[in-house]
C-alpha cells in the first residue's frame, strides 16, 4: 500500500511547494556557475547570497558566518574536525554526549584515533545534560564542547543558553548541532552564546543534499575540503546553487511560521502522546515530557519488536521509524534509548512518530485507531506477554 500518512519528518521531509517554485529557474535559466564574472554567473551568486542572508536571519547571525556544505553531516565534521586541527596546539579534548547523532559520535572516534581525547557525558533518564556534569568535565586543555540542540529520537531538547554560557566564562568553543531543531524551536545564536551550529536542508522543507555551518566571526576552523576558493576558501567545490536557494526559502518560512506551527503541532503532538499511552498498556514515553520538539512522539512498547510493528504501520499505509535493528541496519538498539536506561528490550519495541505541518487531526485518529490493535495482535504473540496476563489473571 502506498504511504497514505507521514509521519517520519524527523527522517526527511518533502520539499516546500514554495521552496520548490524558488529553485527551479535555478536548473534551467539561471544555471551559471557562481564563480563566474559575467552575468548570468552573477545572478547565481546574488541568488546565493540572499539565501545566506536568509540562513543567517533565521538563528540571528550576520551573512558572512554562514557557510554553506552537503548537508548536517559534512556540517558536523566540519565543526569537529575543523576546530580540533585548528586549536591543537592550545589542547586536545573534547566534551559531548552519548545521545549525539552518529556524524558527532564517529568524528569523534576519528579524532581519537588521531590524537584528541573524547568526554562523552551522560544523560539523564529524560535525555537532559546535567550542567553539573559538564562543568566538571572541562580541563585547562578543554577546546570544544559538542552537544546537539534537540535529539533526533526522543525529541528532548537541551538547555543550549546554559551551555553556551558556561563554555563563554571557561573559553571553550561551543558547537551545537541544530538539525532536529532548525525552523522547529526559536533559535538565537547570539544570545545563546553559541559559537558553531549545524543545518540541513532536508529536515525542513529544502531538498536533500544541502546544509550550512555557521561560524562565530572569529573561530578558528581549519577546511575538510581543498579545491577552489569557494565559501571563503572554508568549502571547496561549485557551489550547490539549487540547493542553497531552497535551503534559504525554507528556513525563512520555517522562521516565519514558526509561532503558529509550533503550537499546532505540539497540540497534535500531545493528543498523539496522550492518546498511545491511555490506550495501550505498558508503554512510555521517551524523552523529556515538556521539553521535546513540537513534533516528536517516541513510545517504547514491552513485549513486542519495531520491526514488525514498522511492517504492519506500513501494510495500512503509516511511515514511522523505531529504535529497532531493521531501521539502522544494525543488531544493537538505538544508542540514545540505551544512554537512557531503557533495556534492550524496550528499546527495540520502540516507535517515533514525528510530525509536520501537512499532518492532520483525521491521520493522528486514524493512528490512534489502528496501532492499538497492531500492538495487541503483536503480543498475543509474544511467550513474555503470555506469562504476564497469566501472572496477572
Known sequence: MATKIYMDHAATTPVRKEVLEEILPFFTEYYGNASGIYSIAQESKKAMEKARAQVAAGIHAKPEEIYFTAGGSES????????????????????????????????????????????????????????????????????????????NEIGTVEPIAQIGKLARENGVVFHTDAVQAMGHVPIDVEEMQIDLLSISGHKLGAPK?????????????????????????????????????????????????????????????????HGILDTIPYSKLNGHPVDRLPGNCNISFEFIEGESMLLLLDALGIAASSGSACTSGSLDPSHVL???????????????LTLDMDNTEEEIDFVLEKLPVIIQRLRDMSPLYEAIQKQNS
Open 76 to 151: 558536523d565534521n566540519m565543526a569537529l574536525r575543523g576546530v580540533a586541527e585548528a586549536m591543537r596546539q592550545k589542547g586536545n579534548h573534547i566534551i559531548t554526549t552519548k545521545i549525539e547523532h552518529h556524524a558527532i559520535l564517529h568524528t569523534c572516534e576519528y579524532l581519537e584515533k588521531h590524537g584528541f581525547s573524547i568526554t562523552y557525558l551522560d544523560v539523564d533518564a529524560d535525555g537532559k545534560v546535567c550542567l553539573k556534569d559538564l562543568e566538571a568535565a572541562i580541563r585547562p586543555e578543554t577546546i570544544l564542547i559538542s552537544i546537539m540542540f534537540a535529539n
Open 209 to 273: 543534499g544541502i546544509g550550512a555551518l555557521y561560524i562565530r566571526k572569529g573561530v578558528k576552523v581549519e577546511p575538510l575540503i581543498f579545491g577552489g576558493a569557494q565559501e571563503k576558501k572554508m568549502r571547496a567545490g561549485t557551489e550547490n546553487i539549487p540547493g542553497i536557494v531552497g535551503l534559504g526559502k525554507a528556513v525563512e518560512l520555517a522562521v516565519q511560521e514558526l509561532p503558529e506551527t509550533k503550537k499546532r503541532l505540539e497540540a497534535m503532538r500531545d493528543r498523539l502522546i
Open 338 to 352: 540505551l544512554a537512557i536506561g531503557l533495556p534492550h528490550e524496550k528499546a527495540h519495541g520502540s516507535l517515533r
